[in-house]
């Protein structure tokens, strides 16, 4: 425990990263899978399509796989197109902005399927009822769908949250100075690695612990109504 004490101040700092992290992936992540789920739900064959395609190819390739593309290989995307049309110079991808935008894109796949399934069980007889008494789109929505939806997509939402905090881990390896990165880090400098790395633990089930807490919250909140009846 003297160890942890003493390295303290990295560790919070690490973990710090690592719950920004979180928090932005899981807000561009919600975006992206609502952007997903229209397009899988949506009258035009051609968006149709195109949902499914990022549906399917997200679920296929693993998650190292896409961070190590976006930040190596989007890196060098921008350079070259940089280099070829003159408009700008380097460009030094930044490791957070990376990791934010892999893990944001990766979970809005899991997203799109979450809110696909809870629209779908949105009784239909429902938004049929709220446009004939003449609510515009945006009001069926806002009235209608997103209140039912999120009922029916926390469960699922919770998991892929949870799944979410897990795999900020990942930009360890691009070297963002997270919290597996900094315990790492330290653990190898005084060569006692298992202790760090437990510490990493511990403070991984604390974050989910409260993050499952918090999102029973918002669960009963959402329900209550559902309950009472």
């Known amino acids: 425990m003297g160890t942890i004490f003493e390295y303290r ?26 952007l997903g789920a229209f397009a899988k739900l949506s009258h035009a064959r051609g968006l149709r399509r195109l949902g499914n395609i990022y549906t399917t190819f997200v679920r296929s390739v693993p998650e190292l796989v896409l961070m190590m593309l976006i930040f190596y290989g989007g890196q060098t995307l921008v350079n070259d197109i940089g280099r070829a049309t003159g408009l700008w110079g380097y460009v030094d991808v930044n490791q957070f902005l990376a990791g934010v935008l892999t893990l944001g894109f990766i979970f809005g796949a899991y997203m799109a399927e979450t809110f696909r399934g809870a629209i779908l069980a949105i009784p239909i007889g429902q938004i049929e009822a709220a446009k004939s008494v003449g609510m515009k789109p945006r009001q069926v929505f806002t009235l209608i769908t997103w209140p039912q939806m999120v009922r029916y997509a926390l469960p699922s939402f919770t998991n892929n949250w949870l799944v979410l905090v897990k795999a900020t881990a990942l930009v360890s390896v691009i070297g963002l100075h997270d919290l597996v990165w900094n315990a790492f880090a330290a653990g190898r400098s005084n060569h006692k690695l298992f202790t760090f790395m437990f510490a990493v633990l511990v403070i991984y089930l604390i974050i989910t612990a409260l993050s499952d807490l918090a999102l029973r919250w918002v669960d009963r909140k959402y329900s209550a109504g559902v309950k009472r009846a």
């Open 9 to 34: 101040q990295i560790l919070i700092e690490g973990t710090l990263v690592t719950i920004g992290l979180a928090v932005l992936s899981l807000v561009l992540s919600v975006g992206f899978g609502l």
